[in-house]
């Protein structure tokens, strides 16, 4: 073993060992109005110790490892295979949508409540990932204050409903709308900015949002946020037990079934389904019209689209601004659900998870981001004794993604004509 | 008087948080003058050298012992070690391996980075912010006794102390020692610094490592004056001291000093004239304008776009 190679696994080990032991081997406790120091369990020291030993061997046969592992591939028997051809690719693809959109739509009446309530959240990130994946995948803006859109929805319909007495379909087009519009005044300003400013200004942005929900107490009631939402009704007739506003009726008297709580939260999933099939369809048919193929081309090489005749402007307003709009739709749907909303759901990390969504599925690719969707929102729930390290698992998944497949885990794949070879 | 004294405690408030920000707007500036990403994760860096600290000094507390210049070196030592090998494992980790790509993907990591990093401090540590006792109290007063008093703690002195030793430090060592011309050749240009026998990956760990070791003295500092640490303490005075840093001009050195000041005394004055919830709006507000209207900040170049 050559002696650099010995030198450098020695160093790492011994990093490793700094940086994690003072963090995860004494635990800091409060002792009444003192702190106290506490030594961890003997499984974390010994597990700290354990990965300085990992990092050391690693380091040390690193290029044998590295190795080796390159000829895996070789091993995966799929991957010497000849990609799909177009056709039978898209038709494929919409059969999957269309499979998944039938299946959406009988689930509910099979299973319990409080899955229903949970896939309603689903379909809910599904709008907001898809809406991301406009901004990000197809654009290539990284939006870091998208939370703050969702907001805009979401408030409109709470203060609408809260002084005016509207209704959530009254209440929908203006949330997204409104949603459309903070985008449109945000963004005119902010998207001559490179990249990485964009990243940071619409962080600002989403925080500045955040903070001024949190404060205006006396419109958006602060921290303690507005409660008693109306639910959505199916042409005036509501889902409560006793109807609540003058001129309605009530679902289970109309149709004399008797009354169920579950009636109104099958309603808003199919209400979160139908606007996430919209959504859907609605990106996926602006992907195949010119201004979806601008934002690509602007994304891929901006100078070269800019000599070829596109308005930078306006090109990417126009997917800001679209971003923006599914937002407020799916804010709107949220502040239903829940009934109550506070700026405890607008804050970062909540545009982080969306982001580490529509990355995880790959980057402009729709049935990648829908089926991160599921997963990033299923999994926790399932595994709820690691629901802790939920958010440390999405770090690490970020980061590892960017370094080995930044495509993502269903990449998108335009469509596009293919010369045949010459013989 | 009166309001003039008040006016004078506000900058002074401003002049040490300000001072603060600075020293982690450096990490910023510098790393993004070499390979020019934003290093998302430099906020958490920052958050666990004060949970460090905070850890060798109740640490020493317990072993009894209380003389308070050993307590403050072993403390800022123990800062200094722990975060700057978190700065080198986390640019070997999460940044050299995409290097080099679109510019969107390192950012993107360094987020997930930081957010790896909120939550495992946060795992180790729990979520409650945990007080960091009170080691220096005290203050010099000035002005009458029934009136308005200016206060300048001996806290506050000791963070302009530390940070100006830490200045001109950094100042001495990038003008003068190897590493810094180094550091200076690969800022200017890399390829070329690499062709002239410069390691550039190693000038590259090193700026890391001195961004995150004055991010550990920032964590101290700002730990003690403010007397407590949660695992999200991080993020927004990494976001406040990347505003610093763009506010100065991106890749200057002296500009994050300045910057730093300049939003430290703008925060203080929100909070002293007008309300102290504010003050986040009014540093994220002055980061929009200053990259909408003058992105190279006041000591940046002016970038030019080669096509």
Same mark, same amino acid.
């Given at each position: 073993?050559?002696?650099?190679?010995?030198?450098?696994?020695?160093?790492?080990?011994?990093?490793?060992?700094?940086?994690?032991?003072?963090?995860?081997?004494?635990?800091?406790?409060?002792?009444?109005?003192?702190?106290?120091?506490?030594?961890?369990?003997?499984?974390?020291?010994? =597990?700290? %110790? @354990?990965? #300085?030993? &990992? +990092? !050391?061997?690693?380091?040390?046969?690193?290029?044998?490892?590295? /190795? *080796?592992?390159?000829?895996?591939?070789?091993?995966?028997?799929?991957?010497?295979?000849?990609?799909?051809?177009?056709?039978?690719?898209?038709?494929?693809? =919409?059969? %999957? @949508?269309? #499979?998944? &959109? +039938? !299946?959406?739509?009988?689930?509910?009446?099979?299973?319990?409540? /409080? *899955?229903?309530?949970?896939?309603?959240?689903?379909?809910?990130?599904?709008?907001?990932?898809?809406?991301?994946?406009?901004?990000?995948?197809?654009?290539?803006?990284?939006? @870091?204050?998208?939370?703050?859109?969702?907001?805009?929805?979401?408030?409109?319909?709470?203060?609408?409903?809260?002084?005016?007495?509207?209704?959530?379909?009254?209440?929908?087009?203006?949330?997204?709308?409104?949603?459309?519009?903070?985008?449109?005044?945000?963004?005119?300003?902010? @998207?001559?900015?490179?990249?990485?400013?964009?990243?940071?200004?619409?962080?600002?942005?989403?925080?500045?949002?955040?903070?001024?929900?949190?404060?205006?107490?006396?419109?958006?009631?602060?921290?303690?946020?507005?409660?008693?939402?109306?639910?959505?009704?199916?042409?005036?007739?509501?889902?409560?037990?006793?109807?609540?506003?003058?001129?309605?009726?009530?679902?289970?008297?109309?149709?004399?079934?008797?009354?169920?709580?579950?009636?109104?939260?099958?309603?808003?999933?199919?209400?979160?389904?139908?606007?996430?099939?919209?959504?859907?369809?609605?990106?996926?048919?602006?992907?195949?019209?010119?201004?979806?193929?601008?934002?690509?081309?602007?994304?891929?090489?901006?100078?070269?689209?800019?000599?070829?005749?596109?308005?930078?402007?306006?090109?990417?307003?126009?997917?800001?601004?679209?971003?923006?709009?599914?937002?407020?739709?799916?804010?709107?749907?949220?502040?239903?659900?829940?009934?109550?909303?506070?700026?405890?759901?607008?804050?970062?990390?909540?545009?982080?998870?969306?982001?580490?969504?529509?990355?995880?599925?790959?980057?402009?690719?729709?049935?990648?981001?829908?089926?991160?969707?599921?997963?990033?929102?299923?999994?926790?729930?399932?595994?709820?004794?690691?629901?802790?390290?939920?958010?440390?698992?999405?770090?690490?998944?970020?980061?590892?993604?960017?370094?080995?497949?930044?495509?993502?885990?269903?990449?998108?794949?335009?469509?596009?004509?293919?010369?045949?070879?010459?013989? | 008087?009166?309001?003039?004294?008040?006016?004078?405690?506000?900058?002074?408030?401003?002049?040490?948080?300000?001072?603060?920000?600075?020293?982690?707007?450096?990490?910023?500036?510098?790393?993004?003058?070499?390979?020019?990403?934003?290093?998302?994760?430099?906020?958490?860096?920052?958050?666990?050298?004060?949970?460090?600290?905070?850890?060798?000094?109740?640490?020493?507390?317990?072993?009894?012992?209380?003389?308070?210049?050993?307590?403050?070196?072993?403390?800022?030592?123990?800062?200094?070690?722990?975060?700057?090998?978190?700065?080198?494992?986390?640019?070997?980790?999460?940044?050299?391996?995409?290097?080099?790509?679109?510019?969107?993907?390192?950012?993107?990591?360094?987020?997930?980075?930081?957010?790896?990093?909120?939550?495992?401090?946060?795992?180790?540590?729990?979520?409650?912010?945990?007080?960091?006792?009170?080691?220096?109290?005290?203050?010099?007063?000035?002005?009458?006794?029934?009136?308005?008093?200016?206060?300048?703690?001996?806290?506050?002195?000791?963070?302009?102390?530390?940070?100006?030793?830490?200045?001109?430090?950094?100042?001495?060592?990038?003008?003068?020692?190897?590493?810094?011309?180094?550091?200076?050749?690969?800022?200017?240009?890399?390829?070329?610094?690499?062709?002239?026998?410069?390691?550039?990956?190693?000038?590259?760990?090193?700026?890391?490592?001195?961004?995150?070791?004055?991010?550990?003295?920032?964590?101290?500092?700002?730990?003690?004056?403010?007397?407590?640490?949660?695992?999200?303490?991080?993020?927004?005075?990494?976001?406040?001291?990347?505003?610093?840093?763009?506010?100065?001009?991106?890749?200057?050195?002296?500009?994050?000093?300045?910057?730093?000041?300049?939003?430290?005394?703008?925060?203080?004055?929100?909070?002293?004239?007008?309300?102290?919830?504010?003050?986040?709006?009014?540093?994220?507000?002055?980061?929009?304008?200053?990259?909408?209207?003058?992105?190279?900040?006041?000591?940046?170049?002016?970038?030019?776009?080669?096509?």
């Amino acid at each position: 073993m050559a002696t650099p190679n010995l030198k450098h696994a020695l160093f790492c080990a011994i990093v490793t060992l700094i940086i994690a032991y003072p963090i995860l081997g004494l635990n800091l406790v409060a002792q009444g109005t003192k702190v106290g120091l506490e030594g961890a369990t003997t499984s974390t020291v010994i =597990s700290v %110790v @354990l990965a #300085a030993f &990992v +990092v !050391f061997f690693f380091q040390l046969f690193r290029d044998s490892i590295m /190795g *080796s592992l390159g000829k895996l591939p070789k091993l995966n028997p799929l991957s010497g295979r000849e990609p799909m051809p177009q056709a039978k690719r898209a038709k494929l693809e =919409s059969w %999957v @949508l269309t #499979a998944i &959109v +039938v !299946f959406a739509l009988f689930w509910p009446f099979l299973v319990s409540r /409080g *899955s229903v309530d949970l896939a309603t959240l689903v379909l809910i990130y599904v709008m907001l990932a898809l809406g991301l994946n406009v901004v990000v995948g197809l654009a290539g803006l990284l939006d @870091l204050g998208y939370v703050a859109f969702y907001a805009v929805g979401a408030y409109t319909f709470a203060l609408l409903s809260q002084y005016f007495g509207f209704s959530f379909w009254a209440a929908l087009p203006i949330g997204a709308c409104l949603a459309a519009l903070f985008g449109l005044v945000l963004g005119f300003p902010v @998207l001559r900015l490179r990249g990485d400013y964009l990243a940071i200004v619409t962080l600002g942005f989403g925080e500045i949002i955040r903070i001024l929900l949190n404060n205006w107490t006396a419109v958006t009631g602060g921290p303690n946020g507005i409660g008693g939402i109306p639910e959505p009704t199916l042409f005036g007739m509501e889902f409560g037990r006793r109807v609540k506003e003058e001129g309605n009726t009530s679902f289970h008297e109309t149709f004399g079934i008797a009354y169920s709580g579950e009636h109104k939260v099958i309603f808003l999933y199919l209400i979160a389904l139908v606007l996430a099939v919209i959504t859907a369809l609605v990106i996926r048919r602006l992907m195949r019209m010119p201004v979806g193929r601008a934002w690509e081309a602007l994304r891929e090489d901006e100078i070269a689209a800019r000599s070829l005749g596109l308005s930078r402007t306006a090109v990417k307003l126009s997917a800001f601004t679209i971003g923006a709009f599914f937002a407020g739709f799916a804010g709107t749907v949220f502040a239903s659900k829940q009934g109550f909303i506070s700026p405890e759901s607008f804050v970062f990390l909540e545009s982080a998870i969306i982001l580490a969504i529509v990355v995880l599925g790959g980057m402009g690719s729709q049935i990648g981001v829908i089926l991160a969707a599921i997963a990033v929102t299923i999994l926790p729930e399932l595994a709820r004794e690691f629901a802790d390290y939920r958010m440390l698992i999405f770090g690490a998944a970020m980061v590892l993604m960017m370094v080995w497949r930044p495509q993502g885990l269903m990449p998108m794949r335009r469509i596009h004509i293919e010369l045949k070879r010459q013989e | 008087m009166q309001d003039l004294l008040y006016f004078f405690q506000q900058l002074i408030n401003g002049l040490t948080i300000g001072s603060t920000y600075a020293l982690i707007a450096i990490g910023y500036t510098m790393v993004y003058g070499i390979i020019g990403m934003i290093n998302f994760a430099h906020g958490e860096i920052y958050m666990i050298g004060a949970y460090t600290a905070l850890i060798a000094i109740t640490g020493l507390a317990t072993l009894g012992i209380a003389w308070l210049p050993l307590i403050l070196i072993v403390a800022l030592l123990c800062a200094v070690i722990v975060s700057s090998s978190m700065g080198w494992a986390v640019e070997r980790i999460a940044y050299r391996p995409v290097r080099g790509r679109h510019r969107l993907i390192p950012l993107i990591s360094a987020i997930g980075m930081s957010i790896f990093l909120q939550n495992y401090v946060h795992l180790a540590q729990g979520s409650r912010n945990i007080g960091f006792p009170a080691l220096m109290e005290g203050s010099f007063r000035f002005g009458s006794a029934e009136g308005f008093q200016l206060s300048l703690s001996y806290m506050q002195i000791t963070i302009f102390i530390t940070t100006l030793v830490c200045m001109t430090i950094l100042s001495l060592f990038i003008s003068r020692s190897r590493i810094g011309r180094a550091c200076r050749a690969v800022s200017q240009d890399l390829g070329m610094a690499n062709l002239l026998g410069i390691d550039t990956n190693r000038i590259i760990s090193a700026t890391f490592v001195i961004g995150a070791a004055l991010a550990a003295v920032a964590g101290l500092l700002l730990g003690m004056y403010y007397g407590s640490v949660d695992p999200l303490f991080g993020f927004i005075a990494g976001l406040k001291a990347f505003t610093a840093a763009v506010l100065g001009g991106i890749g200057s050195i002296p500009g994050a000093m300045l910057g730093g000041l300049i939003l430290g005394v703008a925060e203080s004055m929100t909070s002293g004239y007008l309300s102290g919830e504010y003050k986040d709006v009014v540093s994220f507000s002055l980061l929009i304008l200053i990259l909408l209207f003058k992105p190279t900040g006041l000591l940046g170049k002016p970038e030019v776009e080669k096509i």
